[in-house]
């Protein structure tokens, strides 16, 4: 996806159609990344903008939300396990790195399209309290290659609700369009489903990269 270059940041844009229940609202949407651990979406829609922040400048992978109106709050610790940057699979943990298990599952066919499955999973000692799940299990990504490509078409994980980390929401990236930009490949369509309903459907129309993005644009308050 990245023809060789090395990102240190990353910034997509796009329009915007997002869906909660009945509610279905349009916009603009700001993907950032900086490295592989920091990100930021902010979707700018007609009832107020909506932002959600990955951080772990710290050592510990933090998470927060901001709604219309600055009200705001935190992930909770286990969805803060899987890849921060899940809009740009090649900033992710599918390009490997410290504590992280690459398998190969097998190709698959997936929404009638032959892809290669690829699972990953970190292997960093962090300690949770017992009986839920591991950092293995929070941590699971799945990621499916078009197998005549081998650029990512859909990435899978869970989340979970803030009181039970042992019950698993899950959520799917869908990427498609590739087309390239500077040299690197950039999905023009990014769809987010939740529990197998689209929740957030972006176009990308733009890329900036390694424009020099700093930590202040990822802090959480």
């Not at 009832?47 to 990955?54: K, L, M």
């Not at 292997?123 to 799940?133: I, V």
Request: aromatic share 8%.
């Amino acid at each position: 996806m990245t023809g060789g270059t090395q990102i240190s940041d990353l910034t997509l844009t796009g329009s915007v159609i997002w869906t909660a229940g009945s509610d279905t609202e349009s916009g603009t949407a700001v993907l950032k990344a900086l490295g592989v651990i920091e990100s930021r979406m902010d979707l700018v829609l007609t009832g107020g903008t909506h932002s959600e922040i990955r951080d772990a400048s710290t050592g510990t992978a933090l998470g927060q939300w901001i709604l219309p109106g600055n009200s705001s709050g935190y992930l909770s610790p286990e969805n803060c396990f899987t890849d921060p940057v899940w809009f740009f699979p090649a900033l992710g943990s599918l390009t490997g790195g410290p504590s992280v298990v690459l398998l190969y599952v097998g190709q698959e066919t997936r929404n009638g399209v032959t892809v290669q499955h690829i699972q990953s999973y970190s292997t960093a000692s962090t300690q949770l309290p017992p009986p839920g799940p591991t950092v293995q299990q929070l941590s699971t990504v799945d990621f499916y290659l078009d197998s005549s490509t081998l650029l990512p078409s859909a990435v899978v994980f869970n989340s979970h609700p803030d009181t039970d980390a042992s019950t698993n929401i899950p959520i799917e990236i869908d990427f498609s369009g590739y087309q390239t930009n500077g040299g690197l490949m950039v999905p023009q369509r990014i769809q987010r489903y939740l529990q197998g309903t689209l929740a957030v459907d972006i176009s990308i129309t733009g890329i900036t990269v390694n424009s020099g993005l700093t930590m202040s644009q990822f802090a959480i308050n």
